[in-house]
């Protein structure tokens, strides 16, 4: 999963965290092996677990505080490793109780926090979101552990559950529970999962289809625009489509919007000539057309920016890897 987020300081400049997560990375890998079947996913590549990627962020506050406890979950509070991954998934919104300890934190009485934050109640923050699917936390920590391949099966009772990206319980609960008004977070997204693979064979399977879940950032308030854009260097090789190229992401605080995350399709094809070797497909992101900014722009006034302006990954936001090989010789 990569992310990438902008905050604005009223003051100073930021710091970046990233090891807020480490922890999940840490219990995954003692019991999770980083293989996968050759076999391609059935709509979609196939994928490793989750790296946890966190947020890059460049903002300075309480949130970002580079410690591993949770106001939702504590690993302490569970024998097995395994049952507290799988709790990790399990939408108990009831449980959450953001509000009462958003006022504890402030020391505030726990009525003023809906105003406080802008809302009419916890409720009304995952009110625009659609209902679980039945089996959300188990496919969600089989997703998770690279146990499950059938992506495009996952429609948006599963990718628009902020449960299904595995910091949302560590890192993303903490803008409600520990809100700091000195701060506002402009920009940042996400690709869940932001790495892939497949293989391809000449002169017999020279297609391949990918899902990639891309979301906004924890504690973002506005409105990104964004356009997805295959390398120069992809286009040399491959015919790339991708559906929709161009979306508008919808903030995730002080409650979700419906458009927070999207289901985005990539569909490869070899180019002729296209020689055997390893390539990686990166796509990334880049401003929108200007008829879709001047749209958004009038649509949300000074709540929307590109989310071009915000800092990018090191890498591709999303890196399709595909081996391309020789159609075996008939015996």
């Known amino acids: 999963m990569e992310e990438s987020a902008a905050r604005q300081p009223k003051s100073k400049l930021v710091t970046p965290f990233t090891i807020a997560v480490a922890v999940l990375i840490v219990a995954l890998g003692a019991f999770i092996l980083l293989q996968l079947n050759n076999k391609p996913a059935v709509l979609g590549l196939d994928v490793l677990p989750s790296d946890g990627t966190p947020i890059v962020t460049n903002a300075d506050s309480n949130i970002n505080s580079p410690q591993y406890e949770s106001d939702i979950i504590r690993p302490e509070d569970f024998v097995s490793r395994e049952q507290y991954f799988k709790e990790v998934f399990k939408p108990r919104r009831e449980t959450y109780k953001l509000l009462e300890k958003a006022a504890a934190y402030l020391n505030k009485p726990v009525e003023q926090m809906p105003v406080y934050f802008g809302i009419i109640s916890e409720e009304d923050i995952f009110a625009t979101l659609p209902k679980p699917a039945d089996d959300f936390s188990e496919v969600a920590y089989l997703f998770s552990s690279g146990k499950y391949y059938s992506i495009g099966y996952l429609d948006e009772s599963y990718y628009k559950q902020p449960e299904l990206y595995p910091n949302f319980k560590t890192t993303g609960t ?81 409650k979700f919007g419906n458009g927070w995350a999207h289901r985005i399709e990539v569909h490869g094809e070899m180019k002729k000539g296209t020689p055997p070797g390893s390539y990686k497909i990166g796509i990334n992101v880049e401003t929108p057309p200007k008829e879709f900014i001047e749209k958004w722009e009038f649509e949300h006034r000074n709540l929307y920016f590109n989310a071009a302006s915000a800092i990018g990954p090191s890498g591709n936001q999303i890196q399709l890897n595909i081996d391309v090989v020789e159609k075996p010789e008939a015996s």
């Open 174 to 254: 903490r803008y409600w529970t520990r809100p700091d008004p000195k701060y506002w977070t402009t920009g940042g997204y996400g690709s869940y999962p932001a790495e892939q693979w497949d293989v391809l064979t000449v002169g017999e399977r020279e297609e391949f289809d990918a899902v990639v879940f891309f979301y906004t950032s924890w504690g973002v308030q506005t409105y990104q625009g964004v356009t997805l854009q295959p390398s120069a260097e992809t286009e040399k090789y491959f015919d790339i489509t991708i559906t929709p190229q161009t979306f508008l992401l919808e903030p995730t605080f002080p």
